[in-house]
């Protein structure tokens, strides 16, 4: 039952992450490059996981999953990218200089202890804590303001999207370093990686939505 159970949300999961890059065959959404980003992003989050897929299962093994490698490197550079391109002033300014530093120290981390397991670690436990305290900031923007435009609105959706999604991979690599890497916990883990991974493209999904197709989004360049 457990199994079964793993397979059916682990699917719905990376089917969801296409639904975001779907939205950009509406004209009105191609329009905002934030939009952009952000169908790419949940792109390649399908794209990575896409070996999961129950039917898929014979591509193990192949590029696609070593895509999962190169993709650690790019997740948090492309999800500061797409906050800064969703903002502006300062706090954009603020963003592209984060996202830059990143880079660099992701370079000289390469350089200095080659691509491994250990950087491929430090880049994403790194970019996690980034990126969950660049939601909160925007979160914080966002409620300090009187008035919305439909594009803002649409984008503190995808702020909790992006929230709970990292702030529930955080919760989860906690609970696997406490209770330890057995075969069961680390089933466990995955599965509640599913749920939160189908929960934030379902929430990011009906915040485009809402905001995206329904109105006319505008442009935040």
Request: overall charge positive; glycine content about 6%.
């Amino acid at each position: 039952m457990n199994s079964v159970l793993y397979i059916v949300l682990s699917n719905l999961a990376v089917a969801s992450c296409l639904i975001p890059f779907g939205m950009l065959f509406s004209r009105k959404m191609r329009q905002v490059w934030t939009y952009r980003l952000l169908g790419l992003y949940w792109l390649l989050n399908g794209l990575i996981h896409f070996t999961d897929i129950y039917f898929f299962n014979s591509f193990r093994n192949s590029w696609l999953d070593r895509l999962t490698n190169y993709y650690d490197v790019v997740d948090t550079p492309l999800a500061l990218l797409l906050f800064a391109s969703a903002a502006t002033g300062r706090h954009r300014k603020l963003l592209m200089t984060t996202m830059l530093l990143f880079i660099a120290a992701e370079i000289v981390v390469v350089q200095w202890k080659g691509f491994d397991f250990t950087s491929g670690f430090l880049f994403i436990s790194s970019g996690v804590l980034l990126v969950i305290a660049w939601c909160v900031a925007g979160l914080i923007m966002y409620m300090r303001k009187m008035e919305y435009t439909p594009f803002e609105s649409s984008m503190v959706v995808v702020y909790v999207a992006s929230l709970f999604a990292y702030g529930s991979f955080l919760i989860i690599a906690l609970f696997l370093h406490l209770r330890g890497y057995s075969e069961g916990n680390s089933k466990d883990g995955y599965l509640l990686y599913y749920i939160s991974l189908l929960l934030s493209s379902v929430i990011t999904s009906v915040g485009l939505w809402s905001y995206g197709l329904r109105r006319r989004p505008q442009l935040a360049l």
